[in-house]
Structure formats: structure tokens, C-alpha cells
């Protein structure tokens, strides 16, 4: 059983910050890539930031610089820290991986983020 489990979403004002969680069970987390994904109203889906079982990550060109991407294996979690935000990035933050080759990706039930004028 997979599980996803996303907190630390709420309400900041504008070029605050806000530090999101995502605590992962049911795959090998060491070993797996984790991606932050953020869903506005009437928009897809889109990629915030990814970072791969080594460590390597890449951002949204529209978040590079703000938002930082990290990981602590010994906790299973996945952290996205967001810096300077802006009301644009008002939007529910979703955690993603795909554990398994030939398996579906999976999905948390995400968490709101609201940014104030």
C-alpha cells in the first residue's frame, strides 16, 4: 500500500514563506524520485520541482531561485520549501512518485497553499 501524506499548507502573504511535507510509506523511499506538483483553479496539473533518489533536482522555470526541493531519507519525507511567494502560486500541492518501472505513478491528497496580497 502506497501512501502519500502532504501537510504544511495554509494561508502566507505575499514574500512570505512556507515550508510543505510530504511523508511517503509503502515504497523504498531511498530509492525512489519524489516530485511537488501544484494544481491552480481552472489549470492542469502542473510540475513544481523534482528531486531524484541521489539528489539531483530540477524546478519550473518559474520557480527557480524561490523554491527549494529536499529530501531526508531517514524520515521518508520529501520537503518543498517556498520563499518570496506570490498570490500566483495559490494552489493545491500535490506529492507524486512512481515506486515501480512498470507501475502507476501515485498521488497524496494534497495541500492548499493560499498566498495573500
Known amino acids: 500500500q502506497v501512501q502519500l501524506v502532504e501537510s504544511g499548507g495554509g494561508l502566507v502573504q505575499t514574500g512570505g514563506s512556507l515550508r510543505l511535507s510530504c511523508v511517503a510509506s509503502?515504497?523504498?523511499?531511498?530509492?525512489?524520485?519524489m516530485g511537488w506538483y501544484r494544481q491552480a483553479p481552472g489549470k492542469k496539473r502542473e510540475l513544481v520541482a523534482r528531486?531524484?533518489?541521489?539528489?539531483?533536482?530540477n524546478y519550473a522555470e518559474s520557480m527557480k531561485g524561490r523554491f527549494t526541493i529536499s529530501r531526508d531519507n531517514g524520515k521518508n519525507t520529501v520537503y518543498l520549501q517556498m520563499n518570496s511567494v506570490i498570490p500566483e502560486d495559490t494552489a493545491v500541492y500535490y506529492c507524486?512518485?512512481?515506486?515501480?518501472?512498470?507501475?502507476?505513478?501515485?498521488w497524496g491528497q494534497g495541500t492548499q497553499v493560499t498566498v495573500s496580497s
Open positions: 507524486q512518485t512512481t515506486p515501480t518501472i512498470s507501475g502507476p505513478d501515485y
Open positions: 509503502g515504497i523504498n523511499f531511498r530509492f525512489t524520485a
Open positions: 528531486i531524484s533518489s541521489g539528489g539531483a533536482t
